[in-house]
């Protein structure tokens, strides 16, 4: 009896596997065949952007609170999860109930496809590789099960696909068990038993060998076509190669010069100018999309006298701006890092505009990128003399892929959801009464203005510093208003005006640094700061759901 409960614990631990590895295949299959599709065509891509499609509000900022611009792999790891575990019920029902096997891989097939259809500008054709993939990943699936059928130890039988193994000698009607089998019988009984025995703990049997040689082959295949379709679309795809060989020609309105003025001397304290390397990403693009400068187009559309289309050379024939301009995500809390300050060179939105000659009564931009997501951008706002622009550069290089390239819109003042949309591919000019945006549509507010903000960042949270005289800094930005002052409070103390470094523009954030003499002790140092046009900041605490975040930030540290 104990054997037989072992060999049973044994064959589903093996169905468990049989069924991760067919799931390995189905996505390492998928993804060598998307190698010759666009990215939303990858199953795991279109899974994961839809998972973001449905995402709660509260799970979005919950999840961007805890893993930051991390949020998109802390993603992968949870479906890596979720899959294994489905995957391994799977294989044990398959084992169990081949028929309902089938169907519960079929079904996740259909989810794959429906996924990848949900995308924006996915055809019947991006559902080859879910299909494919699925088929293959069944295929593999009856082959390593019938293994573990094959390879049951005991007196196993087969009923419809059920595997009933004899654990006792079978009861006779008249309820009296069988006579004890003597002779030859118990010879054969014992050989029996001890057969099974070396299959269980002893030289492995040749059904398991066979099983395990299709798991290895099955898993060598899963990898290797995994690889393979990564290494082949990054050879089909030369848009790095067209990023690197780009040159930019002078702007026709340069930036000012950068003053030394503009940092404070203070160890610690974030550097002005943000690398590319380091400026905060938040989108909804799970894949990079991968946009050929030669061959991106920009169609403005909707309520307008003239409607056209942009190429990218059209861009660079154009006179183009260059500005330093402070970009801010809605999702940053209070002291939050999801901000960044770049130099920028583009073509001015209003131009765009200009030309397309908005009809009376329009009164928003809805701008899409290439993957789906949608912005939804107050049209005033890219009609005025602010600096809006269609950016090609972000400090003095092709704009990053991730971060947007061949072209984003960069809108001073405004939250990033609803106006930085990156690969931006649509320009359709509408009303707020007629068209909604990606973020609008999950209980976002239609309109995002920045919020005027002070952050400490020397001493961090938490920090020990020596007693006595401490310096400490930050930032503080409030696009399009400017900043005019900062004040910190020790302790709970009074406010005290800080000392403010030179101010670039009304765009960009303004650094700050004062000096305290600090006890021994645990202390709290809190910031505020006004703008030139709303004033003081506000202290009433808000989350960052609907319109961003507001509030004082407190830091907690020690000296000592």
């Known amino acids: 009896m104990n054997t037989i409960r072992k060999i049973s614990r044994e064959a589903t631990a093996l169905a468990a596997l049989a069924g991760i590895l067919a799931a390995g295949l189905v996505l390492g299959i998928a993804e060598l065949v998307g190698a010759f599709y666009a990215a939303r065509a990858t199953p795991l891509i279109a899974l994961g952007s839809t998972f973001i499609d449905f995402t709660p509000a509260w799970l979005k900022d919950f999840a961007i609170d805890t893993f930051g611009t991390n949020d998109k792999v802390a993603l992968f790891v949870g479906m890596a999860v979720t899959i294994v575990a489905l995957a391994a019920l799977l294989g044990i029902v398959a084992f169990r109930r081949w028929a309902l096997g089938v169907a519960g891989v079929v079904l996740m097939g259909l989810v794959m496809v429906a996924s990848v259809l949900s995308r924006a500008g996915a055809s019947l054709l991006d559902a080859a590789p879910s299909i494919i993939g699925t088929a293959t990943g069944l295929l593999a699936l009856r082959w390593l099960i019938a293994r573990l059928h094959s390879g049951a130890a005991g007196r196993a039988r087969h009923d419809d696909g059920v595997v009933v193994v004899d654990a006792a000698p079978a009861v006779p009607a008249t309820g009296r068990r069988s006579a004890a089998p003597s002779g030859a019988a118990a010879s054969s009984a014992a050989a029996s038993t001890t057969t099974a025995d070396r299959r269980d703990g002893g030289t492995m049997s040749p059904s398991r060998r066979s099983f395990f040689a299709a798991a290895g082959v099955t898993a060598i295949v899963a990898g290797a076509a995994a690889t393979g379709g990564r290494v082949l679309g990054s050879i089909r795809s030369n848009v790095s190669a067209a990023r690197d060989s780009l040159t930019f020609p002078v702007p026709a309105s340069p930036a000012e010069p950068v003053p030394a003025g503009v940092e404070v001397d203070v160890e610690g304290v974030t550097s002005w100018l943000t690398p590319n390397q380091d400026f905060y990403r938040i989108d909804t693009a799970l894949s990079v999309p991968q946009l050929d400068s030669a061959t991106w187009e920009l169609r403005v559309h909707g309520m307008v006298e003239e409607e056209f289309t942009m190429s990218f050379q059209d861009l660079l024939d154009a006179d183009l701006i260059e500005r330093h301009v ?32 908005p009809m009376e009564g329009a009164d928003m931009v809805l701008s899409t990128s290439s993957d789906g997501f949608s912005a939804s951008t107050p049209l005033p706002v890219l009609q005025d003399e602010r600096d809006a622009m269609l950016a090609v550069s972000m400090n003095d290089e092709p704009l990053p892929l991730e971060h947007g390239f061949p072209v984003r819109m960069v809108v001073p003042g405004l939250f990033g959801y609803v106006s930085a949309t990156k690969w931006v591919v649509d320009l359709e000019v509408t009303r707020f009464a007629d068209q909604t945006a990606y973020w609008t549509d999950r209980g976002w507010s239609e309109k995002g203005p920045v919020k005027t903000m002070a952050r400490v960042e020397v001493p961090r949270a938490f920090a020990k510093v020596a007693p006595g005289p401490v310096r400490i800094g930050g930032s503080a930005w409030s696009q399009q208003r400017g900043v005019t002052k900062v004040e910190v409070s020790v302790d709970d103390g009074e406010w005290e005006e800080v000392t403010l470094a ?42 960052t759901v609907p319109n961003g975040a507001s509030g004082w930030q407190s830091v907690q540290f020690s000296a000592g």
């Open 502 to 543: 030179e101010e670039y523009s009304v765009d960009t954030w303004r650094q700050w640094s004062h000096e305290l003499t600090l006890d021994a002790g645990s202390h709290t140092v809190r910031a505020r700061a006004t703008d030139a046009v709303d004033g003081l900041q506000t202290e009433e605490r808000a989350d």
């Open 326 to 357: 402070t970009l801010t995500c809605v999702s940053n809390p209070v002291g939050g890092g999801l901000v960044g300050n770049a130099k920028w060179l583009g073509y001015p939105l209003r131009e765009v505009l200009k030309r397309a000659r």
